[in-house]
C-alpha cells in the first residue's frame, strides 16, 4: 500500500508554545489530507480534512484558529498547533487519501501518528 | 454514513484463523465496507475494502452477504503480529471521510 510520513513521531513542547507536525504522501498525489486526533483509550477523532490549495474544513467543536492547517502541494500537509495547553496532549494522525481507477478504488491511508505532550 | 457494530473484544490462538464480524444493517447500495487495523500507539493500517463482491489480498479476505448486511475479516493464519483493533467502516467512494468507531479488539495469543 502507500506510504504517508508523519514528522515528528514524538514532541514535547512547554505550555504555550506553536507545534508544527508535517504529513507527507511519500509515493502517491493526495488531493485531500485529514488531521485525526485520539486520546488514550478513545478512537480516532476526525479534526479536519483539507484539500490542496485550498482552505481546510473543521469539524464541530475543533478551533481553526489553534489548529492551523496548510496543505499547499499534492504530498504535504501541516497542522501547527497554536498556544499549546496540556488538554493539547494527544496522538495526533494524519491520512491521505489515494485515488485509482477513476475514482472508484478509493483509499485513504494513515501516518504513523505524532505523540504530543505540553507540559 | 451507515453506523456498524462489531463485538467489543476477540480472542484467537496463533495459527488459527481469525474470523472478525460486522454488522452494518442500513449499508446503501453505493456504501464501501473497509477495514483497518491499529496497532498499539500506531496509526491505523488500511486491510481491505469491498462493495458487494468477496476480496482478497496478501493481508486478510472479505466476505460481504449477498445482502450487504453483514461482512467478515478473515485473517487466515493469525499471528502475535495481528494482535489489534481492527474497525469495520462502510462509507461512500469520494464523498465523505472515515468515521470511526470503537473497534474489535482482538488478541492472539501463542
Known amino acids: 500500500g502507500a506510504v504517508v510520513s508523519q514528522h515528528p513521531s514524538r514532541v514535547i513542547c512547554k505550555s504555550g508554545t506553536s507545534v508544527k507536525i508535517e504529513c507527507r504522501s511519500l509515493?502517491?498525489?493526495?488531493?485531500?489530507m485529514f488531521w485525526y486526533r485520539q486520546f488514550p483509550k478513545q478512537s480516532l477523532m476526525l479534526m479536519a480534512t483539507?484539500?490542496?490549495?485550498?482552505?481546510?474544513?473543521?469539524e464541530q467543536g475543533v478551533e481553526k484558529d489553534k489548529f492551523l492547517i496548510n496543505h499547499a502541494s499534492l504530498t504535504l500537509s501541516t497542522l501547527t498547533v497554536t498556544s499549546a495547553h496540556p488538554e493539547d496532549s494527544s496522538f495526533y494522525i494524519c491520512?491521505?487519501?489515494?485515488?485509482?481507477?477513476?475514482?472508484?478504488?478509493?483509499?485513504?491511508?494513515f501516518g504513523p501518528g505524532t505523540r504530543l505532550l505540553v507540559l | 454514513d451507515a453506523k456498524t457494530t462489531q463485538p467489543t473484544s476477540m480472542d484467537c490462538a496463533e495459527g488459527r484463523a481469525a474470523n472478525l464480524p460486522c454488522n452494518h444493517s442500513?449499508?446503501?447500495?453505493?456504501?464501501?465496507v473497509y477495514w483497518y487495523r491499529q496497532i498499539h500507539s500506531q496509526g491505523p493500517q488500511y486491510i481491505i475494502h469491498?462493495?458487494?463482491n468477496n476480496e482478497t489480498n496478501e493481508m486478510a479476505s472479505l466476505i460481504i452477504t449477498e445482502d450487504r448486511k453483514s461482512s467478515t475479516l478473515i485473517l487466515p493464519h493469525a499471528t502475535l503480529r495481528d494482535t489489534a483493533v481492527y474497525y469495520c467502516?462502510?462509507?461512500?467512494?469520494?464523498?465523505?471521510?472515515?468515521?470511526f468507531g470503537k473497534g474489535t479488539m482482538l488478541l492472539v495469543s501463542p
Open positions: 491520512s491521505a487519501r489515494e485515488r485509482l481507477a477513476g475514482g472508484l478504488r478509493e483509499t485513504q491511508y
Open positions: 509515493d502517491f498525489q493526495a488531493t485531500t
Open positions: 483539507s484539500n490542496e490549495g485550498s482552505k481546510a474544513t473543521y
Open positions: 442500513t449499508i446503501s447500495g453505493n456504501e464501501y
Open positions: 469491498g462493495l458487494k
Open positions: 467502516i462502510v462509507r461512500v467512494v469520494g464523498y465523505s471521510t472515515l468515521t
